[in-house]
């Protein structure tokens, strides 16, 4: 069974610093797919980022990054520069790679950040 | 474009009550998500389709819940008697086909739903 565990509940910073959250995943497939979310105050769910179990590079896009060591079965999230408008709750969540699809992206509990001026 | 629909925006209920969600995806996506995120928590899937067809309603509370997406486009997820227990708001997603595991999902705004 897949799943997927958030242990950090809050973090605070200051603006134009950098955060990190951690997230550590389980799966028997050897082929799976690990995806980074944004919930805003207002409840919208948007993607960020991915990162594909068979590719070693860290995925980056924009000023988020990512930082995945598989060996520990883990994905963090690193956002630099960060911005009072980063104030959300990340999600991390991952799906198996199953050839014909038929299991659904599953989530952690989330990471709550918070910007501070 | 226009983004993933969902309608009604709220609702509050009595226990026992009946209710439905509507959820229009994004034109073209042929895969459809029913996620309940309770507060404070994170999205937890209750039902699935490709097209028409469910793939995973395994967490789908049958006895009281049930979905259905007849012509692969809009999709309807109902409530017959609601519990306290289902206070939660209820997700729509999307996506391009979920053949491809990588592909990322587009979400509505969600219902929050009440149960008194």
């Known amino acids: 069974a897949q799943k997927v565990t958030q242990t950090q509940t809050s973090i605070s910073v200051m603006e134009k610093t950098t955060v990190t959250m951690d997230c550590v995943y389980e799966t028997q497939d050897s082929s799976y797919f690990l995806f980074w979310y944004k919930q805003t105050a207002s409840g919208e769910i948007v993607f960020l980022i991915r990162q594909d179990s068979y590719k070693k590079e860290n995925a980056t896009v924009g000023h988020y990054s990512l930082n995945f060591q598989k060996p520990k079965s883990s994905i963090g999230l690193i956002i630099t520069a960060t911005q009072i408008e980063d104030s959300a709750v990340y999600f991390c969540a991952m799906r198996e790679g199953r050839p014909q699809g038929g299991r659904a992206l599953i989530f952690g509990t989330g990471t709550t950040v918070s910007v501070s001026p | 474009e226009a983004g993933v629909t969902q309608s009604p925006r709220y609702a509050v209920l009595q226990e026992g009550q009946a209710v439905s969600f509507w959820c229009d995806p994004i034109s073209g996506h042929d895969t459809l998500y029913w996620y309940q995120q309770p507060r404070d928590q994170g999205p937890q899937l209750l039902v699935y389709f490709r097209d028409e067809a469910v793939i995973d309603n395994s967490q789908l509370p049958s006895d009281r819940f049930s979905a259905v997406r007849p012509k692969g486009t809009n999709s309807t997820l109902k409530i017959q008697s609601a519990k306290q227990g289902d206070t939660a708001t209820y997700l729509c997603?999307?996506?391009?086909?979920?053949?491809?595991?990588?592909?990322?999902?587009?979400f509505g705004h969600g219902t929050k739903l009440s149960v008194l």
């Open positions: 997603a999307s996506s391009l086909g979920d053949r491809f595991s990588n592909e990322r999902l587009f």
